[in-house]
């Protein structure tokens, strides 16, 4: 009897390790299968904690561009904002109108008085044998470190002449050069303009509204007057030949219009007369 239990006890472990992995007692399951089962979980799990990120929604997507482009328009203007204070910086620095006007303050002084007002510096002689050639004897100059080309000659930008009568000093002229360097003749239009477009009695700001017409030339005299010359051409309608004026207008010394005229430039007899014969 008891060699047939333990044949029997024999019989079931073998059949349990040979066939009893393939059907597990009690309902269980293959190690295959759990694991399938375990991976199964994770990729669940994996995909629920996926599903919980918090995603933008459009509002977001499109807030977070308008920021970008914030930025970008703020660096730009950033960049405007430098270009534009370079550039004031360096015509300041080149602003000969500015100076002539900062040196007029010196009028009936000494020379010597003039040149501790301004903010250039004022010398005898130019390095420019154009400008020598036309500026009076017993005159100081400055003149523009940058230069233009007037007619294909190079010339400063602008040039200011201190002229003095003895010691003291007369009169304070600014030449702004540069403004001839389009057209000797000075600013095109397109045709005659009267003078008188600005009555008497004018201040400057008003008067070169009503011409339209930036000064070539501005001079401070002693007496505390005024003196502005403007150029400007045209085409004649009927002889089709390029007309020049200068308009000359005087203010006193309360900065009324008192005077403006103007007189015709003849710019082609000097080139076009025969040299004298000795």
């Known amino acids: 009897m008891s060699d047939r239990i333990e044949d029997t006890q024999d019989y079931s472990m073998e059949r349990y390790f040979s066939e009893g992995l393939s059907e597990l007692p009690d309902g269980g399951e293959k190690p295959e299968g759990r694991g399938e089962k375990n991976r199964e979980a994770s990729r669940a799990k994996e995909k629920v904690r996926e599903s919980a990120k918090p995603t933008k929604t459009k509002k977001e997507r499109s807030g977070g561009k308008f920021k970008r482009v914030l930025m970008i328009i703020a660096a730009a203007a950033v960049l405007i904002l430098v270009l534009a204070i370079v550039l004031v910086i360096r015509h300041r620095r080149n602003d000969g109108k500015r100076f002539a006007q900062e040196l007029s303050a010196a009028l009936g002084g000494t020379m010597a008085a003039a040149e501790n007002t301004g903010s250039v510096k004022l010398h005898g002689r130019s390095e420019n044998g154009y400008v020598n050639a036309v500026i009076p004897q017993n005159a100081y100059i400055a003149e523009s470190p940058r230069s233009c080309k007037v007619q294909g000659v190079h010339m400063p930008e602008w040039v200011i002449v201190c002229a003095a009568e003895g010691e003291t000093l007369s009169s304070v002229t600014y030449y702004n050069y540069e403004q001839l360097e389009k057209n000797v003749c000075g600013k095109e239009r397109k045709s005659y303009l009267d003078p008188h477009t600005a009555p008497n009695g004018s201040d400057i700001v008003r008067t070169e ?70």
């Open 209 to 278: 509204e009503a011409l339209g017409l930036e000064p070539y030339s501005i001079s401070y005299r002693s007496d505390h007057t005024q003196v502005r010359d403007y150029r400007y051409c045209y085409k004649d309608g009927e002889s089709k030949d390029q007309v020049c004026y200068v308009i000359t207008a005087t203010w006193d010394q309360n900065g009324v219009l008192t005077n403006i005229s103007e007189a015709r430039i003849d710019m082609i007899s000097g080139v076009l007369a025969p040299r004298s014969s000795s």
